[in-house]
T-cell receptor
Framework: KQEVTQIPAALSVPEGENLVLNCSFTDSAIYNLQWFRQDPGKGLTSLLLIQSSQREQTSGRLNASLDKSSGRSTLYIAASQPGDSATYLCAATSGGGADGLTFGKGTHLIIQP | NAGVTQTPKFQVLKTGQSMTLQCAQDMNHEYMSWYRQDPGMGLRLIHYSVGAGITDQGEVPNGYNVSRSTTEDFPLRLLSAAPSQTSVYFC?????????????FGDGTRLSIL
């Protein structure tokens, strides 16, 4: 059974810092890995999706990497802003079957103005 | 383009009552799913559907029922509500099971069982 772990569980940094959020998964036979953002009381918004054959994806100040062999993904946020404050979730899609995403518990990020 | 719409946004039930959480998408997505989100547990898959007329169980299906009579709608039924079903429920959709397209989530239904 796939297990996804996110470290740290919470992070508070001053505005302007570059930061890295970590995600690890136990089964390397993934189809893709997605990073989501969740604001309080809201649903999940997809940030980046990395296919199993890819090593990284970029969108603006966000860069996500994937290393299947080590079972790790990282989300890099450059020049953090207070508006980046949210919970960030990573989720793995299994390579076989149709049983949805396996989520980590998330990293609660606070960017101090 | 509304995306994934969930109703109601909030609901309070008494133990033993039944209700249906509605989910609709207007993106012609084949794959739809329901998750529950609990503190300290993350999101867990309840049921999913790969197309109209096809449903299957996820990780935590007990106490829930689903059907998929149309591509657009995927309602989740609580048969006899229990306090353990107090949670935030999210519906999600994507083009297909393995499409390498991102999943779209609704804003959630916050359900309290007294």
């Amino acid at each position: 059974k796939q297990e996804v772990t996110q470290i740290p569980a919470a992070l508070s940094v001053p505005e302007g810092e570059n930061l890295v959020l970590n995600c690890s998964f136990t089964d390397s036979a993934i189809y893709n890995l997605q990073w989501f953002r969740q604001d309080p009381g809201k649903g999940l918004t997809s940030l980046l999706l990395i296919q199993s054959s890819q090593r990284e994806q970029t969108s603006g100040r966000l860069n996500a990497s994937l290393d299947k062999s080590s079972g790790r993904s990282t989300l890099y946020i450059a020049a953090s802003q207070p508006g980046d404050s949210a919970t960030y979730l990573c989720a793995a899609t299994s390579g076989g079957g149709a049983d949805g995403l396996t989520f980590g518990k998330g990293t609660h990020l606070i960017i101090q103005p | 383009n509304a995306g994934v719409t969930q109703t109601p946004k909030f609901q309070v039930l008494k133990t033993g009552q039944s209700m249906t959480l509605q989910c609709a998408q207007d993106m012609n997505h084949e794959y739809m799913s329901w998750y529950r989100q609990d503190p300290g547990m993350g999101l867990r898959l309840i049921h999913y559907s790969v197309g109209a007329g096809i449903t299957d169980q996820g990780e935590v299906p007990n106490g829930y029922n689903v059907s998929r009579s149309t591509t657009e709608d995927f309602p989740l039924r609580l048969l006899s509500a229990a306090p353990s079903q107090t949670s935030v429920y999210f519906c999600a959709s994507s083009l297909r099971t393995h499409s390498n397209q991102p999943q779209h989530f609704g804003d959630g239904t916050r359900l309290s069982i007294l």
